[in-house]
């Protein structure tokens, strides 16, 4: 939905530019969360909730921001029995959410899948955990198998599914494309402004490089919510990913 944005923030296919910001509302309070996107305004339109903000009134709150005409991301990353999953889902599409993040096992996505349809929900699939490496995969009982295979796998997975989406970091996002093609959408964290401090992000680009690589929404946290201006921010990473 474009509310009123000046041509300069419309994308060459008409979109509105500032709905490939995703800000990370990674904050402990519905009272934070609500004045860190009123002080925002109108330079974004789109809002990531997760575990944190999710389970202290998160998902009211999303509500919330959708009768404002803001876009909600739920990063739940759901993972059940498909039938739980399903009817889960059905629930969470009703509420008019954007995206919603799931674990990519089959069983799981292929609940996501149904219980989505009739909605304008886009399932996001979550490949492996990108705080996981080969070892890790070991750790929990799998055969020895590189992380990075396992993330081809679950995204040729993800594709057949019909999932919407994946989640992945800029670094994959290549890699990942050639599997999931074009018209599926790659949204990737571990965005840093120049000069932003990385905090415990490890493989980290910049805006400008995350939408070279092919990233369709950037989510960006830390650098825009614990920012003295938040609004200046979000505006110079909208511009940055608009001269992209
Ligand atoms: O503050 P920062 O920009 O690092 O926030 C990134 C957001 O993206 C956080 O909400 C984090 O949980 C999420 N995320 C991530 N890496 C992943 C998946 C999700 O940083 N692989």
Request: proline share 4%.
């Amino acid at each position: 939905m474009s509310n009123g944005s000046s041509p300069a923030l419309q994308s060459n296919s008409g979109g509105d530019i500032r709905d490939r910001l995703i800000i990370g509302l990674d904050v402990p309070s519905v009272e934070e969360a609500r004045s860190i996107v009123s002080r925002i305004g109108d330079a974004a339109t789109f809002y990531k909730i997760g575990y944190q903000l999710g389970y202290a009134g998160g998902i009211e709150f999303a509500r919330e921001l959708i009768g404002q005409g803001k876009k909600v991301f739920l990063d739940l990353k759901l993972h059940d029995i498909g039938n739980t999953v399903e009817a889960g889902v059905r629930s969470i599409a009703r509420m008019g959410v954007t995206f919603l993040t799931v674990h990519a096992y089959p069983q799981t996505m292929r609940g996501a899948v149904a219980g989505k349809a009739g909605s304008d929900l886009k399932i996001l699939a979550v490949t492996v955990l990108t705080s996981y490496d080969d070892s890790d995969l070991v750790d929990a009982g799998y055969a020895p198998v590189p992380a990075a295979e396992l993330v081809a796998k679950r995204a040729e997975q993800a594709r057949d599914i019909g999932i919407d989406g994946i989640v992945c970091a800029a670094t994959e996002a290549q890699r990942v494309r050639s599997i999931i093609g074009r018209n599926r959408l790659i949204v990737t964290p571990g965005i840093r402004p120049a000069g932003a401090d990385a905090g415990d992000q490890k493989r980290i680009v910049t805006p400008a490089e995350g939408i070279r690589l092919g990233a369709n929404h950037l989510v960006v946290g830390r650098p825009i919510v614990k920012a003295d201006d938040p609004r200046a921010a979000a505006e110079a990473i909208v511009q940055e990913i608009a001269a992209a």
